[in-house]
């Protein structure tokens, strides 16, 4: 007997059937040919425009081969993977409070973030500095340089090793070799180090973000784990913030601050000398150079070129 309710008897009813997709051994052997066809030229294609990428951001502190490409893949699976996320500073961490008062010490940065890619070299790839502007960044930063009281020397830096930076002869927070900051002539960008506060304020505000290898641990052979890439300054107005940025990392570096004592010796932090008093006689890290900044070393190169 029909149930009327389930079914519909009429004289044009057909029976519905879902077709059956059947995949047989001829199938699957095609796609396996497919693929072993298609794969190697699309992963040579990827590996040789990723690579072309890789050499367009010029020499830094990995070399332009195929070798240092290598090394940074390699590096890449480890890389932070937000580097807008705030350093995070432990209880304990003195001193708590950085060169920057508050956050509002600097002002916020115009407009969107630019494009920033790679990793040994990292480099900017929009919103670059235009060349007048790029040399009033390099004679602020020479200034620096010249005052004695700063004990800042120019030389050739100790993590790209293709660009001149600034260093203190001074050191009491480890970097490479007591370097503060270089610049980037390419772009007008500048990597440098500073005190977790501030690098706090400096992400927050949007004048730059963290190096990808700046995670703490065993990339310290390779980066401090506060280092940062400051944003190309893009008018003279931002090259002074850009210079406030500097000072800072001046003072964690070496304690030392640049907008100090109008005569005299500069103020020196007594809370990071603590730091370095602390660090003394503790095992020097891969990525810190014994030799002084002050005397003999690496030859030194300028910091001007196309920016």
């Known amino acids: 007997m029909v149930d009327n309710k389930h079914f519909n008897a009429t004289p044009d009813a057909v029976p519905y059937y879902s077709p059956t997709i059947i995949i047989t051994e001829t199938h699957i052997h095609f796609l396996t040919t497919a693929l072993t066809l298609l794969l190697p030229p699309l992963l040579a294609l990827y590996i040789h425009r990723d690579y072309k990428a890789f050499i367009s951001l010029g020499p830094g502190g990995t ?34 409070q950085g060169y920057f008062s508050s956050p509002h010490a600097l002002p916020p940065r115009k407009g969107p973030r630019p494009l920033v890619a790679g990793i040994a070299p990292q480099r900017q790839q929009t919103q670059k500095s235009y060349a007048t502007v790029y040399e009033r960044l390099v004679a602020s930063l020479r200034g620096l340089a010249r005052d004695p009281r700063n004990r800042l020397v120019e030389r050739t830096s100790c993590f790209e090793k293709h660009s001149s930076g600034l260093f203190t002869c001074m050191p009491i927070t480890r970097t490479c070799g007591g370097e503060i900051c270089h610049v980037h002539p390419s772009d007008g960008s500048l990597h440098l180090t500073l005190h977790p506060s501030d690098a706090r304020v400096l992400l927050e505000r949007g004048w730059g973000e963290r190096h990808p290898l700046a995670r703490g641990g065993w990339c310290r052979r390779f980066v401090p784990k506060e280092f940062v890439l400051v944003y190309a300054a893009r008018s003279e107005a931002e090259v ?21 004592d109008d005569a005299g010796p500069r103020r020196r932090s007594q809370d990071v000398e603590a730091v370095g008093v602390a660090m003394a006689g503790k095992e020097v890290e891969c990525w810190a150079c014994k030799v002084s900044a002050c005397g003999g070393g690496n030859k030194m190169e300028k910091m001007t070129g196309d920016a």
């Not at 195929?66 to 350093?87: F, H, V």
């Not at 210079?243 to 030392?256: F, L, Y």
């Open 63 to 96: 070399p332009s081969t195929p070798l240092g490409y290598l090394k940074t893949k390699l590096l890449s699976l480890i890389c932070l993977r937000d580097p807008l996320r705030p350093i995070a500073i432990p209880p304990h961490f003195r001193p708590q």
């Open 240 to 260: 002074d913030v850009v210079m406030r940025i500097v000072a800072a990392s001046v003072w964690w570096v070496s304690g030392i601050d640049v907008h100090g």
